[in-house]
């Protein structure tokens, strides 16, 4: 029997890099004009990080994350997000005491064991920003409005913007209880899950899957109905500029999003192309996360892409193709190969893409491998041309071909963009 992937892991091919290459790059580009700097994190850290920063009641803490005991009897896990690990690198670099205004971006894989489906598997990939020390709800919007130039560039036009405000210390113990007594009223409705969870964090309901839970919830007090003044004024300041700035919005007093540290404005990225799993991208301001992992009262804004999710909406509108054009060289005889070799190798030192088949297969063979390797030009190259110090060059796309000196031939490639 062969070996396969585990569940919910998968492999990303060649023909698919170029995507998730340019998602990548593009993400570095424009997160930079706006300041943010890469920050890398380790893939395993303390459990405690998580059920500290997440929340004992969110499901990830309870049901989706990768924990064992390492060796030396310490509790351990696979990151399952990754403003946590930041937060951590924060504080413990001292960043925090040096300069705690900073802009951070990271990009990497992240571990859930949740169901798969589309878009989503239990090793994802998330691009994430993390802004730390700037209180202003202006952040707010120019961070969304920066995410939502962000999935413009890679041509996502149809994603919508939902946002809401969870209010704060303040404002959000009378909301919570407004919401525990229709709970509580109703709670025969819900799932065993939100049944156990309403006394200790109701909103957690607001996340449920469960359809009953879902409608029930449709129902129920709206937090817009309790902000105080100050988070009121605030999310209408975050509204206001989303508008000057250009970037469309609906408010929707369901997101909460799937973690305990988010306060004041939160938000989703929605498509109506990936079934009920519907959020590409979320986030909001965590003011108070930074003091609970240890550090001082900073405020902190950010958000995380799915990649996967991201990946799979880009799929219905483009096509994959190479990173850049490429070059195969079509060599007949030994003789021809050796020369191919060479010339291969001076392509490359100029930024030519080159292959070559080292076997001196027919050339109908080589021109299918060529075809199927999608190469823009193919290089012909025999004991006719070496006589002539010559090479035959087809544009694979138009069919057309012309003979190019042996020495010509980087010049005549690179006036072609290759």
Not at 99 to 113: A, D, F, K, S, T
Not at 161 to 185: M, V
Not at 226 to 252: I, Q, R
Request: proline share 4%.
């Amino acid at each position: 029997m062969s070996i396969r992937t585990l569940r919910g892991m998968r492999d990303i091919l060649p023909d698919e890099i170029p995507l998730w290459q340019e998602v990548e790059a593009k993400a570095r580009e424009l997160f930079s004009l706006y300041g943010y700097e890469e920050i890398r994190t380790p893939l395993l850290e303390e459990l405690s990080l998580f059920s500290r920063s997440l929340g004992d009641t969110t499901n990830v803490v309870e049901k989706e994350m990768y924990s064992f005991q390492d060796k030396g009897e310490k509790m351990i896990a696979l990151r399952p997000e990754g403003t946590a690990s930041v937060v951590r690198a924060y504080i413990e670099g001292g960043q925090v005491v040096r300069e705690p205004v900073v802009r951070y971006y990271y990009i990497g894989p992240m571990y859930r064991r949740e169901r798969p489906q589309q878009g989503r598997f239990r090793e994802f990939h998330q691009i994430g920003v993390e802004a730390f020390g700037i209180a202003s709800p202006l952040l707010d919007a120019e961070v969304i409005h920066m995410l939502d130039l962000y999935l413009k560039s890679l041509g996502l036009l149809d994603l919508e913007t939902e946002i809401n405000s969870l209010g704060c210390p303040i404002c959000r113990p009378k909301y919570h209880k407004a919401f525990h007594d229709f709970l509580l009223q109703n709670q025969a409705v819900l799932c065993e899950d939100c049944k156990r969870r309403m006394d200790k964090n109701p909103l957690r309901v607001l996340d449920c899957k469960e359809e009953d839970c879902r409608k029930l919830t449709e129902e129920a007090p709206s937090i817009q109905d309790h902000l105080c003044e100050v988070c009121e004024k605030d999310f209408d300041l975050v509204l206001e500029t989303l508008g000057h700035l250009g970037s469309a919005y609906k408010v929707n007093p369901r997101i909460v999003r799937g973690l305990d540290y988010y306060i004041k404005t939160t938000f989703e990225m929605t498509s109506t192309q990936l079934g009920s799993q519907c959020a590409v991208a979320g986030g909001g301001r965590y003011d108070g996360l930074v003091r609970l992992m240890g550090g001082p009262n900073i405020p902190g804004f950010g958000f995380a892409i799915g990649q996967e999710r991201l990946i799979e909406l880009m799929k219905t509108g483009c096509t994959v193709q190479a990173s850049k054009k490429s070059v195969f060289i079509a060599a007949l005889g030994e003789r021809a190969v050796r020369e191919g070799i060479q010339l291969a190798e001076k392509l490359r030192k100029e930024g030519l893409r080159a292959d070559i088949d080292y076997e001196g297969k027919s050339l109908k063979a080589q021109m299918r491998f060529a075809d199927r390797s999608k190469a823009h030009y193919v290089v012909i190259l025999g004991d006719d041309e070496l006589k002539k110090k010559a090479v035959v060059i087809r544009d694979m796309t138009s069919q057309n071909q012309e003979e190019v000196a042996l020495n010509k031939v980087i010049d005549y490639l690179k006036e072609r963009k290759v």
